[in-house]
T-cell receptor, first 117, second 110 residues
């Protein structure tokens, strides 16, 4: 089945550091990938839609200068949390579905737990 | 705008009892509905989707367009079914307009 790999799985860093999270589709191409944030004991919240070769689409309330998204190829999207602060600590999950299918289910990465000290 | 609701945040049942996780949606077109499950410390994974009409791990879900519901059911709950369950809706191509419900935590008691 379709596999999405997310790296790193856990990051602990000091306030002010920028952190890059990678999301790769291992055995399929994905024109579109999605980035979610999950607060403890809450549902996933869509942050942005990453589009290959074009700008990402951000959800309302998500700072695009804070959460930089790059989708340089059909198998890789990156989320960079710039100048991270403790309130950015959360669980970040990416997802993708194969290009060419409509209404296909999402395949999720394992997520990245970000802890800012 | 599309929306998915799951009225129960927490549902506790005893092992062997029937379980029903409720999901209602609002969408103007013809959506595709999914159930995802997240076991403790594991990734979110697809449980089932309405168009496949299959039973996974004993779970079934029927899309009721009249009631705009997609409830998840299992006749005899097992302890290993304890997890977080999310109902989701996809209303566009390539996963756009993909909306999750708030989730229901199922706890199956011994």
């Amino acid at each position: 089945g379709a596999v999405v790999s997310q790296h790193p799985s856990r990051v602990i860093c000091k306030s002010g550091t920028s952190v890059k999270i990678e999301c790769r589709s291992l055995d399929f191409q994905a024109t579109t990938m999605f980035w979610y944030r999950q607060f403890p004991k809450q549902s996933l919240m869509l942050m942005a839609t990453s589009n290959e070769g074009s700008k990402a689409t951000y959800e309302q309330g998500v700072e695009k200068d804070k959460f930089l998204i790059n989708h340089a190829s059909l198998t890789l999207s990156t989320l960079t949390v710039t100048s991270a602060h403790p309130e950015d600590s959360s669980f970040y999950i990416c997802s993708a579905n194969p290009t060419g299918g409509s209404n296909q289910p999402q395949h999720f990465g394992d997520g990245t737990r970000l802890s800012i000290l | 705008a599309q929306r998915v609701t799951q009225p129960e945040k927490l549902l506790s049942v005893f092992k062997g009892a029937p379980v029903e996780l409720k999901c209602n949606y609002s969408y103007s077109g013809s959506p595709e509905l999914f159930w995802y499950v997240q076991y403790s410390r594991q990734r979110l994974q697809l449980l089932l989707r309405h168009i496949s009409r299959e039973s996974i791990k004993g779970f079934t879900a029927d899309l009721n367009k009249g009631e705009t519901s997609f409830h998840l059911k299992k006749p005899f709950a097992q302890e290993e079914d304890s997890a977080m369950y999310y109902c989701a809706l996809s209303g566009g191509n390539y996963g756009q307009n993909f909306v999750f419900g708030p989730g229901t935590r199922l706890s199956v008691l011994p």
